[in-house]
């Protein structure tokens, strides 16, 4: 596995402190594997969980803008995204049915291409940085 196939990362330590890694599937890791791995080393304050993924691939600028805010809405809610929406869809889902099962909410950190940060907008990358929090915090 190399870093671009690397999608789920889930590890366990204090902030500042040495992390450990519990676990970390690829790309191809099935929703249900992604949401027990998740579910099974679920801790408390102390586990992370990252789940990376590019958004929309090669659109052009207005047109990412809108993909990728109709896949974070997605996100917002708990839906399901497609692997036209993220080529990590499925990691991404898991995440999404182990966050739902747990009650969690998420938010929308930022939302934004490589037009944005890159200058090109003829073809560009869509990202997304969103947290999932218990509902009570």
Known sequence: MDGHDLQVVVARG???ERVEVLEALGERAEVIEVAGVLEQNWGGKETLVVVSSDLSHYLPYEDAKMMDAATA???MALGRIT???ACGADPINGLLRAAKQRGMR??????RNSGDTAGD???VVGYGA???YEKSA
């Open 14 to 16: 204090d902030v500042g």
């Open 73 to 75: 809405k997605e996100i």
């Open 83 to 85: 692997h036209e929406d």
């Open 106 to 111: 998420s938010e929308l950190i930022d939302l």
């Open 121 to 123: 907008k003829r073809r």
């Open 130 to 132: 969103f947290a999932f």
